[in-house]
């Protein structure tokens, strides 16, 4: 058995780990854990009007409400590429980091469709060349399909939203409005039956 070595490749376990992740990602995609009275993410802060009568855990959402004390709570968990940090500011201004290496500002999209920021980027990639035995394969760069990002449009100015491409990061800031807009809502008419 002298000279006879088993090696495990390590970057292709990661391989299939994120791969397996990537799978179980889209198919969970459509998912949204239960919502009473408003709980849920909020970027405004907080998860809600009513998360502290829900507790955490138990019945009312498991993990995903503990997650409202943990600062680095993953509110959009189906969008792990590109790597990005999403915040709110001091002033209150809602602000995106994507890291897209690798890609041209040309290729890249952002507009607002009602309260969804939209975000999408390609990329012009070279063919493979053949023949290639990779020893580590980090770096993946695919095309970034269509993400929505939740920015309120009664709460942010989109009119005077800023974005900056620099250095491989692309930083979307969006102001708060100055007051923000109250929501009346749509009024219900009450009758009697049979007028």
């Not at 299939?16 to 969970?28: Q, T």
């Not at 920021?117 to 012009?124: G, N, P, Q, R």
Request: proline share 6%; hydrophobic share 35%; glycine share 10%.
């Amino acid at each position: 058995m002298k000279g006879n070595k088993t090696y495990v490749d390590i970057g292709s376990i990661l391989d299939d780990v994120f791969e397996a992740a990537k799978d179980f990602g889209e198919k969970m995609k459509d998912f949204a854990p239960p919502r009473f009275d408003g709980c849920g993410p909020n970027p405004m802060g907080g998860f809600g009007a009513n998360s502290e009568a829900h507790g955490s855990g138990g019945a009312s959402g498991g993990a995903w409400f503990e997650a409202q004390s943990d600062e680095n709570a993953d509110y959009y968990p189906n969008f792990s590429y590109p790597p990005m940090n999403i915040y709110l500011t001091s002033e209150r201004s809602i602000v995106f980091e994507f890291a897209v290496a690798g890609f041209e500002e040309k290729g890249i999209t952002l507009s607002f469709q009602g309260d969804y920021m939209v975000f999408s980027a390609k990329i012009e990639l070279e063919p493979p060349l053949e023949g290639i035995r990779y020893f580590k394969r980090r770096l993946k760069l695919k095309d970034i399909e269509k993400q929505k990002y939740y920015v309120p449009a009664d709460k942010f100015d989109q009119e005077k939203v800023k974005a900056v491409f620099k250095n491989g990061i692309l930083k979307v800031t969006v102001p708060p409005k100055e007051t923000a807009e109250a929501n009346e809502g749509i009024k219900i008419e009450i009758v009697r039956e049979g007028e």
